[in-house]
């Protein structure tokens, strides 16, 4: 028998070999697993609080015999889900008597942690299964693929047209892309081991990208109509695709059928007349001109019933309407949805809860998506977020500007400390159509901050053309490298070898399930080698990602039993 000393390598994880169920119901069960050096611990508690640490619980744990190394124990404790949000850490102690420490996701000490670096719970709050771990590909309507030009239109309100490959001067160009351009290569999408695609708001727009809602219930004609887009969906669901849009609910432009301050359309907006159906709609201080502005232009209030009304109560709702053709929606700036009235001022977790109740009822499995909003990723609201304080480490990752210890702080920061049905629905994006792309042609670089992308924890998304290394350089646009121009379809101009490496990569998430939803755990990093090595295990199998930033070959050695891999197991 082993020695008994100071208790160390104490592992949990959120994965299902850990923690089951991972989503329970409010007085649900909790069945969750500790894993301790052999002989290293004689008793073992779960410790766990619904107050923010005021008050603490305590369960024994039972001793559930060796994991399938060998090389570990495991025990085993259950838990009861109570309360709006649930942290939980362990106790563990052997027989010395002296040595008891504290294990939550940050360190084992014998002080106790803070409380937030427990793991979390949240009785009641289920995300798609389809979405965790899903792959994306993400891209602009406008500039992805022209396949129809007969809403093609020299000008069309503010825009001018240009010709494919001419770099944008300002978000009014447009080149033509529309919905039967995506449909039309759905084909290429799916051959990248895509699950999900995710487009720009296609609602009535002036703006290239879509970001100036202009009008809800009409299509904007560039990008096709409702029917092309009942097409899009139809032909995306044949081939196994979930699609997402896009949702702006923050504001509306001044010229909008809404606002109507141009005079423009044929109805009284809310800038003609206080007795407009719109009035409510947004936040006048002195009517007409002095009015609450978001992104310049008015702000929504959607503390009204004509705004509850317009996006979501009613089976007709903009929102309601268009989940027939969607599996989800991206919200447009999430966290700055807000409404005020005469006695109170509403924070956007009150309309999340009021939109989430509404889209569920149609689809339990609708996914709900926040451009930011972090501190609401525990609050049974959001599903989950893009990840937009991940990508620029991902970035600086990609360009060799950062070290291991600094992408390993950022894997821990934004996903880590999320409730794991949520971290596993967080969009993980090397670009995206707010950010430059990474122009990066050392493959050694880049792929090193992809497969981390790829296969640690989260969604990763595909932002077009990213997946071919198609970038403009040196050229007048939109900021050099700027992500708002068209793609490029002479496969002759494509980096094949990038994008033989991104359907590798999701070859082996289709292979292992592991890789999209199993236990993670970080084996090692060496900054003076640059290198990072991790794990993802499951019932089914496990799988190691090694990554240099090295150009030449570099050889480590990881310990595969730390991922409950027995010895003599040949990996491939």
């Known amino acids: 028998e082993q020695e008994k000393t100071y208790i160390s390598e104490l592992f949990h994880d959120q994965g299902s070999v850990y923690m089951e169920p991972m989503e329970p119901e409010k007085g649900e069960t909790v069945t969750l697993r500790l894993r301790t050096n052999r002989f290293n611990v004689t008793r073992a508690q779960i410790q766990y609080t619904s107050d923010a640490g005021v008050t603490w619980e305590s369960s024994d744990m039972e001793y559930d015999g060796k994991d399938p190394s060998g ?14 949000l649930m942290y939980y850490r362990f106790i563990a102690s052997n027989a010395d008597g002296f040595n008891t420490v504290y294990y939550d996701k940050k360190t084992t000490d014998i002080s106790e942690g803070k409380y937030s670096n ?114 899009l969906s139809d032909a995306a669901h044949e081939r196994g695709l979930k699609m997402m849009g896009d949702v702006v609910m923050t504001f509306a432009l001044a010229d909008s059928y809404y606002f109507n301050r141009s005079g423009n359309w044929p109805v009284t907006g809310a800038y003609q007349s206080k007795d407009s159906k719109w009035f409510d709609l947004f936040k006048f201080f002195r009517w007409p001109d002095s009015f609450m502005i978001g992104w310049g232009s008015p702000s929504v209030n959607l503390n009204t019933d004509t705004a509850r009304n317009l996006y979501y109560a009613k089976t007709d709702s903009y929102l309601n309407h268009c989940a027939s053709v969607f599996d989800g929606y991206r919200f447009d700036c999430g966290g700055w949805l807000w409404g005020t009235s005469e006695t109170d001022d509403v924070k956007t977790l009150e309309f999340v809860k009021e939109i989430r109740g509404s889209l569920k009822n149609i689809n339990k499995d609708f996914l709900m998506i926040s451009e930011s909003d972090w501190s609401n990723m525990n609050t049974n609201s959001w599903d989950a977020a893009w990840n937009i304080g991940y990508m620029p480490k991902l970035q600086d990752y990609a360009k060799g500007l950062i070290n291991e210890t600094l992408i390993l702080e950022a894997m821990y920061t934004y996903e880590m400390t999320l409730p794991r049905n949520v971290a596993l629905c967080m969009q993980n994006m090397i670009s995206d159509h707010d950010s430059y792309r990474v122009a990066v042609h050392d493959d050694y670089l880049y792929n090193a901050a992809m497969l981390i992308q790829m296969t640690y924890l989260g969604a990763p998304s595909v932002f077009y053309g990213e997946e071919v290394g198609y970038i403009n350089e040196n050229e007048e646009g939109i900021g050099t490298n700027q992500s708002f121009y068209s793609m490029d379809w002479d496969e002759s101009n494509w980096d094949q070898s990038r994008l033989a490496f991104y359907r590798a990569t999701s070859e082996l998430r289709k292979a292992y399930s592991c890789v999209k939803t199993g236990v993670v755990k970080i084996l090692g990093s060496d900054i003076s080698a640059n290198t990072l090595s991790f794990a993802r295990w499951d019932k089914n199998g496990a799988a190691i990602t090694v990554t240099s930033q090295n150009e030449d070959v570099t050889e480590i050695e990881v310990n595969a039993r730390e991922c409950s891999i027995k010895d003599g197991t040949v990996l491939t």
């Open 118 to 231: 427990g793991w979390q719970i949240v009785p009641g709050h289920k995300t798609p299964d389809w979405a965790k771990g899903a792959m994306w590909y993400s891209m602009l309507p406008d500039a992805f693929y022209n396949g129809n030009t007969t809403n093609d239109k020299q000008t069309s309100g503010n825009n001018t047209y240009l010709s494919w490959n001419k770099l944008r001067k300002g978000l009014n160009d447009k080149y033509g892309g529309d919905l039967k351009g995506i449909e039309e290569k759905l084909d290429y999408i799916k051959s990248l081991g895509t699950d999900a695609i995710y487009f720009n708001p296609i609602q009535k727009s002036y703006q290239n990208a879509g970001y100036g809602p202009v009008r809800y219930d009409e299509v904007e004609s560039s990008f096709g109509n409702e029917q092309d887009l009942v097409s």
């Open 71 to 84: 090389y570990y124990d495991m025990w085993k404790g259950t838990v009861k889900a109570q309360g709006d």
